[in-house]
T-cell receptor, first 112, second 113 residues
Framework: DAGVIQSPRHEVTEMGQEVTLRCKPISGHNSLFWYRQTMMRGLELLIYFNNNVPIDDSGMPEDRFSAKMPNASFSTLKIQPSEPRDSAVYFC??????????FGNGTRLTVT | DQQVKQNSPSLSVQEGRISILNCDYTNSMFDYFLWYKKYPAEGPTFLISISSIKDKNEDGRFTVFLNKSAKHLSLHIVPSQPGDSAVYFCAATDTSGTYKYIFGTGTRLKVLA
């Protein structure tokens, strides 16, 4: 079991650029979550997919953020245009049915 | 609005003593609660959970207590070990709803040797 795989591990970009974060969930898992970790808000849920369908995107902060899950083995989180306040660690997590979440090791995003 | 709150950002405990981490929630619909542990540069890993039909769940050195009337849960680690030093997150969900997991802000535990 390779676990949840996120790429890249680190991303440094300039304000205004497009950023794409990638996630490969654990095979067989049917739910996928994107979280953002900040000091002030802890682990903040951005969006949640079930069977590749977005169920709840109420945590997506602005229209600059979008997420897709074209198939059961891949998801992307895109920020366009990026801003310095988007700097954070972004985590992807997956689960099967209603079991506890398995997290990837995160992508540390720095927007200068 | 923070539905899951961890009011202590940090905690230091001597090795061998008990560590008690606290978590409060506001949504009365939450009925399943979890604790995760996070080391630097890694993702959170699942530690222990409890359903609202119970008030206690044990797994080795880790015990979670749930007080539904107070909307409060706590994680007890006995005895604490230096390897337990990490950030601990509590999480909650409503299993009759969308099953999305809401996390707290975390408590950094430092176990002193």
């Amino acid at each position: 079991d390779a676990g949840v795989i996120q790429s890249p591990r680190h991303e440094v970009t300039e304000m205004g650029q497009e950023v794409t974060l990638r996630c490969k969930p654990i095979s067989g898992h049917n739910s996928l979550f994107w979280y953002r970790q900040t000091m002030m808000r802890g682990l903040e849920l951005l969006i949640y997919f079930n069977n590749n369908v977005p169920i709840d995107d109420s945590g997506m902060p602005e229209d600059r953020f979008s997420a897709k899950m074209p198939n059961a083995s891949f998801s992307t989180l895109k920020i366009q245009p990026s801003e310095p306040r988007d700097s954070a660690v972004y985590f992807c997590a997956s689960s099967f049915s209603y079991s506890p979440l398995h997290f990837g090791n995160g992508t540390r995003l720095t927007v200068t | 609005d923070q539905q899951v709150k961890q009011n202590s950002p940090s905690l230091s405990v001597q090795e061998g003593r008990i560590s008690i981490l606290n978590c409060d929630y506001t949504n009365s619909m939450f009925d399943y609660f979890l604790w995760y542990k996070k080391y630097p540069a890694e993702g959170p890993t699942f530690l222990i959970s409890i359903s609202s039909i119970k008030d206690k769940n044990e797994d080795g050195r880790f015990t979670v207590f749930l007080n539904k009337s107070a909307k409060h849960l706590s994680l007890h680690i006995v005895p604490s070990q230096p390897g337990d030093s990490a950030v601990y997150f509590c999480a909650a969900t409503d299993t009759s709803g969308t099953y999305k997991y809401i996390f707290g802000t975390g408590t950094r535990l430092k176990v002193l040797a």
